[in-house]
């Protein structure tokens, strides 16, 4: 079983670059596919990057594609999230999750593991 502890969140200005980390431990990790999501206050939460196994394949929402990379070290057994460009619409908390399979998702039903969440907050 995975476990998961996100860090990097904090207060950043519009326009600023921030780097989330994800670190995992369990032996699962290097075959397991990882997502980002994050829930503003008042909003559902909402898928953000997802990344299979080797990370040869990922997936963003449009909201942040171009502007956030997802991108794993399996030998650090670390997620990473590099977001660039801030806008304070990107106000969150930002969850990592551990996919049931390997190949990456948007869909919140398909991870099984989770993350307690880092607050992001860019303000204008």
């Known amino acids: 079983q995975v476990q998961l502890d996100e860090s990097g969140g904090g207060l950043v200005q519009t326009g600023d670059s921030l780097r989330l980390s994800c670190a995992a431990s369990g032996r699962t990790f290097s075959s397991t596919a990882m997502g980002w999501f994050r829930q503003a206050p008042g909003k559902e939460r909402e898928f953000v990057a997802a990344i299979s196994w080797s990370g040869g394949n990922t997936y963003y929402a449009d909201s942040v594609k171009g502007r956030f990379t997802i991108f794993r070290d399996n030998a650090k057994n670390t997620v990473y999230l590099q977001m660039h460009s801030l806008k304070p619409e990107d106000t969150a908390v930002y969850y990592c999750?551990?996919?049931?399979?390997?190949?990456?998702?948007?869909?919140?039903?398909?991870?099984?593991?989770w993350g307690q969440g880092t607050q992001v907050t860019v303000s204008s």
């Open positions: 999750a551990a996919e049931s399979y390997g190949l990456g998702s948007k869909y919140e039903y398909e991870y099984g593991v």
